[in-house]
């Protein structure tokens, strides 16, 4: 499967963003998806994650309660609602799929779409 991140951009802190995640192929709706972030010397992170049927999410502690993550099998595009943004939200997003399961740890997600860059100002 191909994936493709868009929807990053800058904009000030307080505000809201939503990321989308195009996927090609027929098998999306079989997949688990992640989004991951990385700032500038700084490791990949995880972000979220939702199963492959959508029905169960999964966030790092930084972004609960600030970001959904959403999947429409019919689109074939996963999301990343982004609402009270900070500063320390600055990063490079990129979305990723996984054939078997789903989760938190990047070096199991079988597919990387490119990232795109997301930059809050304070």
């Not at 991951?36 to 966030?59: C, D, K, W």
């Not at 790092?60 to 970001?67: H, L």
Request: proline share 2%; hydrophobic share 35%; glycine share 14%.
């Amino acid at each position: 499967v191909q994936l493709q991140a868009f929807g990053g951009g800058l904009l000030q802190a307080g505000g809201s963003l939503r990321l989308s995640c195009a996927a090609s192929g027929r098998t999306f709706s079989s997949y688990g998806m992640g989004w991951f972030r990385q700032a500038p010397g700084l490791e990949r992170e995880f972000v979220a994650a939702i199963t492959a049927s959508g029905g169960n999410t999964l966030y790092a502690d930084s972004v609960k309660g600030r970001f959904t993550i959403s999947k429409d099998n019919a689109k074939s595009t996963v999301y990343l609602q982004m609402n009270s943004l900070k500063p320390e939200d600055s990063a490079v997003y990129s979305c990723a799929a996984r054939r078997a399961g789903w989760g938190t740890r990047w070096g199991l997600y079988d597919y990387w779409g490119q990232g795109t860059l997301v930059t809050v100002s304070s």
